[in-house]
Antibody, heavy 120, light 108 residues
Framework: QVQLVESGGNLVKPGGSLRLSCAASGFTFSHYSMSWIRQAPGKGLEWVSY????????YYGDSVKGRFTISRDNAKNSIYLQMNSLRADDTAVYYCARVLGSVGAHNDFWGQGTLVTVSS | SYVLTQPPSVSVAPGKTARITCGGNNIGSKSVHWYQQKPGQAPVVVIY???DRPSGIPERFSGSNSGNTATLTISGVEAGDEADYYCQVWDSYSDHVVFGGGTKLTVL
């Protein structure tokens, strides 16, 4: 069965960096695009970033562009989110999700999320 | 940037029909997906491409999209449908995925 497991969430100081990972299993990972989506405490969903199946196409939300970098390693069935210059408003649960099709398709499987807290 | 507008809350009695709207400029020209999120859980897609339903989602869930409004309809609402619901589109002008602000469905 499809499984997505995020890791790497932690408490970090403003201006610091963190790298999130998402390990996938149960499907042919290299055939699917993936996304990161976050949810601040008590708030709605916010799309963060997208990476195509090959890793050649990447998109970012306005609030993270220039600070976050998405990548993937198809040999390790994993995607990553390198987060730099972290701010308090980056505090959220970060979900990785599989994209079923092109970039405009829906996210058919989600992980359970990893919590990032940015605070001094 | 493209904006999706959802009502913050919708309340409905058990057995009745709930309609949750998602407003956006000419949203009828876009593909719309709907997610259900219960407290402490990850979102689950309930409708994709306006009106398709994943396996395991009851037929009570349906969707439509026209003009400036997409609608998620839940017929015969049950207590277990109480959750937050989010619409989502892809905005090709900005190359962004956009989520609506979410609607909390309360079953009275």
């Amino acid at each position: 069965q499809v499984q997505l497991v995020e890791s790497g969430g932690n408490l970090v100081k403003p201006g610091g960096s963190l790298r999130l990972s998402c390990a996938a299993s149960g499907f042919t990972f290299s055939h699917y695009s993936m996304s990161w989506i976050r949810q601040a405490p008590g708030k709605g969903l916010e799309w963060v970033s997208y990476v195509s199946s090959s890793g050649t196409t990447r998109y970012y939300g306005d609030s993270v562009k220039g600070r976050f970098t998405i990548s993937r390693d198809n040999a390790k069935n994993s995607i990553y989110l390198q987060m730099n210059s972290l701010r308090a408003d980056d505090t959220a649960v970060y979900y990785c999700a599989r994209v079923l099709g092109s970039v405009g398709a829906h996210n058919d499987f989600w992980g359970q999320g990893t919590l990032v807290t940015v605070s001094s | 940037s493209y904006v999706l507008t959802q009502p913050p809350s919708v309340s409905v009695a058990p057995g009745k029909t709930a309609r949750i709207t998602c407003g956006g400029n000419n949203i009828g020209s876009k593909s719309v997906h709907w997610y259900q999120q219960k407290p402490g859980q990850a979102p689950v897609v309930v409708i994709y491409y306006e009106s398709d339903r994943p396996s395991g989602i009851p037929e009570r869930f349906s969707g439509s999209n026209s003009g400036n409004t997409a609608t998620l309809t839940i017929s015969g609402v049950e207590a277990g449908d109480e959750a937050d619901y989010y619409c989502q589109v892809w905005d090709s002008y900005s190359d962004h995925v956009v989520f609506g602000g979410g609607t909390k469905l309360t079953v009275l």
